[in-house]
């Protein structure tokens, strides 16, 4: 390496990947300081102090607020790289970045914690600026024989950014009340030090050449970064590239997300840039502490260990530059990959035997530096030079712009949703996970998954019925079998439902979707042996199989999920069935496109992979307990459901949950697990059953599921290129789910009837404006995109509010005698409310033509006037508290009622509904 690319890669990272880890680190140990300054703040200006979760809320805004300044950046990375180039680019970085250190210096003396966040939002900003910038101009100023080693120093400056702010974070230095305005503004030196040494420095050589036709700068350049030499190889590599595009301007991420000549590239980029953020390195780092203390190790020390995960870190990305072009790019991931994924499985080990044996937290202490050494030798190493030597020159920024944007929507819920879970309720989010993936994501992925085999299997009907008969099979006969196939999951969902209460109040939840998994397995044996055996009745017996399973563990899931959470997470632990039903259509997207399973040698597997993820829980479920209620409210089982408690929320008094449960016990004394008739005929569930039957008819009924039936139609008015649909299909599936992920981090805030209200009104909105691009979208062409853009926003605002809410309150409403009869209820509503709109709505297409949607607007108006008036908010409280509101009617009063006045309310408050 020559002595200037040496200084080039320095210098590029004082203000590149460095900024970004000392960002991320530099935040935590002011954190007390901050909140402490907030709240004096705060009382100044109003006279009064503010409140906790005010002062919480402000906290979670200054730290979050940093990854969506990320994201902006991202997003202009690519324009600006083509723009001014990748020297300019980067010199523009720094000034957001001086901006958001001087308001962040000076906020204590202004007396703002405002300026901390827009601070906070401007050194975001730079953060995705550079990260994009620095990997692409190192990538393309390295030698071929050093560019892995060149794109390397990317992640070794930000494990070097982490490292600095975690020792600038030491009281010995500036982690004291008095200094944490200068910790904060730390960050304008290294920017500082780029601004005044990065003019010295040459454009990109293949920008040069490639973007500008430059050629006499382009080996002026070589010549400064790489010295003297006969470097004419490389020169004439970017020469044949440039040929190869043939004055091609740069390509937009649209056109990146269009091209199917890059569509593999761009499927690695986002498995790797999603591994990397998903591979759990954050979750161990909010670990560290909590590990190191149960070792033995005394508080105050544990700020010093922390140095040590990060000169880890640094040492291990060094040595990934050594080995990479040694070993490969691709050795280098898979191996660590392993190695990660065994130290997370022994480090989960650990973590639940903490206190079973002394040496035990040893091992995790261990296990955590090796998990960290992997991750800088495999991944954190290796996939900075992937972007440069995957995509030419054209594709590159905006590749870049794709890879930041996806990184930083991560990074933002990775930081909204892990930080309160992963310590004290590990436990309980592990069993969420192992409930989630035989629960409700079973059902997302069989609803979506018969699209993408449909032509194969009405193609293997006509062929077995050809070498059974001799005949080919009538066309009429060939969509009645094929109907049945549909509608065999939808008849043996709706047996499966009405069994369910029976199984959940008789043999419990744990029991029920244990069962449950032997019937899928069933299933997926049926179905992968139907093409061996010749049989396409195997796919109908399977199918229907299917259905009997969804229709029991979409109540079980639900249930379950809703009785094992504390009641202040209760709400965000209800959406998990909504997130994994929408990740069970976004995996079934996936795993239907054309490039994996999606194709006729392989549309039996694709069928037969919910075997797989039953078999998964069948084998994990069993170490995890039964709900506390169930033990408690049905067995009877005191200690039972202590232990229950303890088992999943960790050590802590729940003395207040427990007293909550056996005030609902005392209610419910002496009565027994209610059937769907006695449900029924019971007077003081009426107002809970009219609710329920709102909240599902009004879901049903919204437009959603017509809408995701007929996406592909609506995409083929819009004119968008047969082959491009199933990707855009894929990313209205994403949206869904990044939207309710969302909405599982903000309903026990905003509250459940916030969220449906909200929720509901901006879908009639989308809907208006839906209609309208439809009705002119042969006058103007434009609208026809517009159609799409309103698609993926009514599923956004699906996600964010009733998607989470509605499951939600269905889970709070009732006593634990009638829940189990009540999603019976529910679930057959569901189940007939699909099939009518699924039978209806081409009929109100053909009649009404886009006028159709008018009908769903409506709904939608008359449930937020029905929720605002009749639906309790039920955010923070008890069961037998919610039940008493119901009781009242009139929620507002505050009063008690007489109780002969209870049964003529409950009748007018039913009438009304």
Not at 716 to 727: M, R
Not at 822 to 830: C, E, T
């Amino acid at each position: 390496m020559s002595y200037n690319l040496f200084l080039l890669a320095f210098v590029l990272g004082m203000t590149g990947t460095f900024h970004y880890g000392l960002q991320v680190s530099i935040i935590n140990s002011p954190a007390e300081y901050i909140q402490s300054f907030i709240h004096e703040t705060w009382l100044k200006r109003y006279g009064s102090s503010p409140s906790a979760e005010m002062v919480t809320l402000m906290w979670s805004l200054i730290v979050s607020i940093y990854s969506i300044g990320g994201l902006l950046g991202s997003s202009c990375a690519g324009f600006l790289c083509v723009r001014f180039g990748r020297k300019k680019a980067m010199l523009l970085s720094n000034i957001p970045a001086l901006l958001g250190a001087a308001l962040m210096g000076l906020s204590r003396l202004c007396g703002s914690f405002e300026m901390i966040i827009a601070g906070r939002l401007f050194s975001g900003v730079c953060g995705g600026l550079t990260q994009n910038v620095h990997i692409m101009y190192a990538g393309e100023c390295a030698p071929r024989k050093l560019r892995g080693l060149i794109a390397i120093t990317a992640s070794t400056f930000s494990a070097l950014g982490k490292f600095v702010g975690f020792a600038l974070g030491l009281r010995e230095v500036l982690g004291v009340e008095a200094l944490w305005p200068v910790l904060l503004a730390a960050n304008a030196v290294p920017v500082l030090v780029q601004f005044l040494t990065l003019p010295f420095f040459p454009d990109s050589p293949r920008y040069l050449l490639i973007d500008l036709k430059d050629k006499e700068a382009c080996i002026k350049a070589v010549k400064q970064l790489w010295g003297d030499g006969d470097h004419m190889a490389e020169i004439n590599d970017m020469m044949s590239e440039q040929r190869a595009i043939g004055g091609e301007k740069a390509k937009s991420v649209w056109d990146l997300l269009r091209d199917r000549a890059v569509r593999w590239q761009l499927i690695t980029l986002l498995l790797v840039v999603s591994c990397i953020q998903l591979l759990g390195a954050n979750v161990v780092y909010s670990y560290a502490y909590s590990i190191f203390t149960k070792a033995g190790i005394p508080p105050a020390q544990t700020h010093y260990v922390s140095l040590g995960i990060g000169t880890t870190e640094i040492l291990s990305t060094v040595l990934c530059g050594f080995l990479i072009e040694r070993a490969g790019r691709k050795t280098l991931l898979w191996k660590n990959y392993a190695v990660m994924a065994l130290a997370l499985g022994l480090l989960t080990v650990t973590l639940s035997l903490q206190d079973s044996f002394f040496w035990v937290p040893y091992c995790s202490v261990a296990l955590v530096f090796i998990f960290i050494m992997s991750f800088g030798i495999g991944p954190g190493g290796v996939v900075c030079p992937l972007i440069t030597e995957i995509f030419i020159q054209s594709y590159r920024p905006a590749a870049y712009v794709f890879n930041g944007v996806v990184n930083w929507i991560q990074l933002f819920i990775l930081g909204l949703v892990f930080p309160f879970l992963v310590v004290q309720y590990r436990r309980l989010l592990l069993m969420l996970v192992v409930l989630g993936i035989g629960g409700t994501h079973l059902s997302g992925f069989q609803m979506s998954v018969i699209n993408y085999t449909s032509p194969y299997i009405q193609k293997f009907i006509n062929e077995t019925w050809l070498e059974r008969y001799g005949s080919v099979l009538p066309q009429e006969s060939l969509m009645l079998l094929w109907s049945l196939i549909v509608s065999a999951y939808c008849m043996g969902g709706m047996i499966g439902c009405l069994c369910s209460g029976y199984l959940t109040a008789t043999f419990g939840k744990k029991k029920s979707l244990l069962f449950n998994d032997v019937v899928l397995i069933t299933a997926a044996l049926l179905t992968a042996c139907s093409r061996r055996a010749k049989a396409f009745e195997m796919i109908l017996a399977g199918r229907f199989l299917e259905g009997i399973a969804a229709g029991i563990h979409m109540n079980a899931h639900v249930q379950y999920a809703g009785e094992i959470s504390p009641k202040k997470l209760r709400g965000f632990i209800n959406v998990t069935s909504t997130v994994f039903l929408a990740l069970g259509k976004t995996v079934a997207r996936i795993l239907g496109l054309r490039e994996l399973l999606g194709t006729e040698d392989m549309w039996n597997v694709l069928l037969s992979f919910s075997g797989l993820v039953a078999l998964i829980q069948l084998i994990f479920l069993p170490f995890f307990p039964e709900s506390p209620p169930y033990l408690l409210l049905q067995k009877e089982d005191k200690a039972g459901c202590l232990k229950a408690m303890k088992q999943l929320w960790g050590e802590g008094n729940y003395q207040r949950e427990f007293d909550d449960l056996m005030k609902e016990k005392a209610i419910t004394k002496g009565t027994k697990i209610m059937n769907v008739l006695e449900v029924l005929r019971e007077g003081s569930v009426h107002p809970q059953l009219c609710t329920m039957l709102l909240l599902l008819l009004s879901l049903q009924l919204c437009g959603l599921s017509a809408i995701t039936f007929y996406t592909s139609e609506i995409f083929e008015t819009a004119n968008l290129h047969e082959s491009i649909i199933p990707y855009v299909s894929l990313g209205v599936s994403i949206s869904e789910l990044i939207s309710i992920i969302f909405c599982s981090s903000i309903i026990d805030r905003f509250g459940r009837r916030l969220l449906l209200c909200g929720g509901y009104l901006l879908m009639a909105l989308i809907l208006v404006l839906l209609e309208t691009s439809l009705l002119l979208s042969d006058q103007f062409l434009w609208l026809r995109y517009c159609s799409v853009i309103l698609i993926f926003l009514f599923i956004i605002a699906y996600g964010l509010g009733p998607a989470g809410a509605v499951v939600a309150v269905m889970n709070e409403i009732f006593t634990l005698s009638a829940r189990a009869s009540a999603f019976v209820i529910g679930g057959i509503i569901i189940w007939l409310g699909l099939t009518f709109t699924g039978m209806v709505f081409p009929f109100a297409v053909m009649f009404l033509g886009p006028f159709c949607f008018l009908i769903f607007v409506a709904v939608l108006v008359i449930s937020v006037v029905l929720i605002y008036l009749f639906l309790p908010e039920t955010k923070g409280k008890s069961t037998s508290e919610i039940t008493e509101k119901f009781k009242s009617c009139r929620f507002k009063r505050k009063h008690h009622q007489p109780v002969e006045m209870y049964a003529a309310e409950e009748k007018t408050f039913c009438t009304r509904l």
